[in-house]
């Protein structure tokens, strides 16, 4: 243990803390804008200084250790003033139009600069303005950037892909696309990390919430919402609510109070492609056709964008199966749109969903008998979702908690586990045991799939199951740079696996990066949680036994990969424009 001094408090710590980790400890907050633990610890900011007794120049507090004996200042005058003028450079080099910004409210820069109670800019105001395409999902700011470099690192560090990069010198220095490049050009998943780690809003999802407005206005529109499994763990944390108050049912009802027509739980589509990539699974896998290659999931489209550009020789392995956000605007431009007597064109499909890369997604095309556009009209974030419940002005006390429109309503525990890392492989197996063998596995059967966390195993969830003579050999893998380490062990014949499921964001769609933002916490896994207490209360736990699903497939699409399931639930992956 280490023994030293913090702000007049005798505090002991372990070896190798940090100074700012010391502090934390003992309830000193050091604030800080560039500083990611085990990511970017490069004191680019310096915000986070402080006084060492005896020492002339002031310190890091975020990269250095703590050493016995010290005595240190968090908030001396030397310290204050030194502080405010780094912020008040900063701030002289930023878009400091708050009212405008994505951000406001929740900005890591605005709250230091308000409690430094910085009122005046006293340095001439030089803004970089950098063109960008307002039509990509991600959106840069470069006058709002603060060159931290967390997106650089987040990018290279966790998400192997490079995607960022500094460039310039001296006071010119600032950050862009690696290679310079447009953003178009680059092999950008479309995960959105860099956007949940920006400490301002230099990085954001392109707001579609005005596309909503516009299509609840107009009459000759029907406004079919669905909501995706994570959005439910993660979208109470910007409006108060206890976790176990912030349910899909109040979702609804707010998608309901805005003005859509129809709104739906996304876990029913969630059960409809676990029947459909549950299946194409046994036919792969007893065919032989997986016995060099395994099958991949094809649920994440950050994860289709990664492998299309980073390990193009393996896209065939992918299932073929949409997603469920996918799925469920196919089925709403056909089956439900017969339902209810309209044509395709009128049926105006929204997705509330925890990722940016699912705003990319739907560019993809349906094609259908008469009808050819898209599945999907418009996806807003998690994040957008309570800027328009809040543009609504409801009040989250009055919303209650109901129950999604027939005939798709049902959705099981298997559809809501979709949300978290490992939770598509063990929905796919259990309903996969149950096609084997004709009757349900045995309560968490496949838990073995669970991941134990973004770090453990490098983030891969190795199991392999027995039923009867058959073994299915398994994988799961969150985060692109963990992603990237498998495949080039697949790749190498180092492992081999049957199936393999890859989600894009570290912990899976509950860390997606369009859900709520709180700079410097990790909250993939305790969402991941709460889904999985979701499920363990649900009534039906296996896909197969939605008797909602039972009946599309009774009424409309026979049998899982029927003909009619292939022309509308199911893609060919292409390469070209990821």
């Not at 402080?50 to 968090?74: Q, R």
């Not at 739906?264 to 060099?292: P, V």
């Not at 292939?566 to 992956?573: D, S």
Request: overall charge negative.
């Amino acid at each position: 243990m280490v023994n030293l001094t913090i702000d007049g408090k005798a505090i002991s710590v372990e070896e190798n803390t940090t100074i700012m980790e010391a502090a934390a400890q003992n309830g000193i907050p050091i604030p800080k804008l560039c500083y990611l633990k085990g990511i970017n610890e490069i004191a680019a900011c310096r915000v986070c200084v402080v006084e060492l007794e005896g020492k002339e120049k002031l310190i890091t507090s975020c990269n250095n250790i703590a050493k016995d004996g010290m005595v240190i200042y968090t908030n001396s005058p030397k310290v204050r003033k030194h502080r405010r003028t780094t912020v008040e450079l900063i701030l002289s080099q930023h878009d400091c139009q708050c009212v405008t910004c994505s951000r406001s409210g929740n900005c890591s820069l605005q709250k230091v600069a308000n409690d430094l109670n910085i009122l005046e800019i006293p340095f001439k105001m030089q803004l970089e303005k950098q063109p960008w395409n307002k039509q990509f999902p991600l959106i840069r700011n470069s006058s709002k950037c603060i060159k931290c470099m967390r997106c650089v690192q987040v990018c290279e560090k966790v998400q192997g892909l490079g995607v960022w990069d500094v460039e310039g010198t001296g006071s010119r220095t600032t950050v862009n696309v690696a290679g310079h490049k447009k953003i178009e050009e680059a092999a950008c998943s479309l995960c959105g990390q860099c956007i949940t780690h920006c400490p301002v809003g230099a990085l954001s999802a392109r707001d579609d919430t005005e596309k909503v407005w516009d299509a609840i206005a107009d009459k000759d529109k029907i406004v079919v919402a669905q909501v995706a499994p994570a959005v439910r763990a993660a979208w109470g944390e910007e409006l108060g609510f206890e976790t176990e108050e912030a349910t899909v049912g109040k979702i609804l009802d707010a998608l309901k109070k805005m003005g859509a027509d129809y709104v739906f739980d996304t876990t029913f589509s969630a059960d409809l492609t676990i029947m459909e990539e549950g299946t194409e699974f046994l036919h792969r896998f007893t065919s032989g056709e997986l016995k060099d290659r395994p099958m991949f999931t094809s649920c994440c489209p950050g994860w289709l964008r990664f492998i299309k550009s980073q390990f193009p020789h393996l896209v065939k392995q992918l299932s073929t199966a949409k997603s469920p956000q996918q799925m469920f605007g196919a089925v709403m431009k056909s089956y439900f749109a017969e339902k209810l007597g309209v044509s395709p064109e009128q049926v105006y499909t929204v997705s509330v969903m925890p990722c940016v890369a699912k705003k990319g997604e739907r560019e993809m095309e349906l094609f259908y008998q008469e009808y050819a556009g898209h599945d999907i009209d418009a996806v807003i974030t998690t994040r957008e979702l309570v800027k328009m419940i809040r543009s609504a002005h409801i009040s989250p006390d009055t919303l209650e908690d109901i129950e999604s429109d027939r005939p798709m309503q049902e959705g099981t525990g298997a559809g809501v586990i979709f949300g978290a890392t490992g939770g598509v492989m063990e929905a796919a197996l259990r309903t996969a045991y149950y096609l084997l063998k004709g009757e349900n596995p045995p309560e968490d059967a496949f838990k073995a799939v669970r991941s134990q966390g973004f770090n453990a195993n490098n983030g891969v969830q190795e199991a392999e199951f027995a039923i009867d003579d058959v073994k299915v050999r398994t994988a799961v893998v969150s985060g692109l740079g963990n992603a990237r380490a498998l495949l080039n062990k697949i790749d190498n014949g180092e492992v081999h696996y049957d199936f393999v499921e890859v989600m894009a964001c570290p912990g899976g769609c509950v860390g997606g990066g369009g859900q709520p933002i709180h700079d410097g916490e990790e909250r993939a896994f305790e969402r991941g949680k709460n889904l999985y207490d979701l499920d363990v209360k649900s009534e039906h736990r296996c896909s197969h036994e939605n008797r909602d699903i039972q009946a599309l497939y009774a009424e409309y699409f026979e049998k899982p990969e029927s003909h009619k399931a292939h022309m509308l639930l199911h893609t060919e992956h292409r390469l070209e424009g990821f």
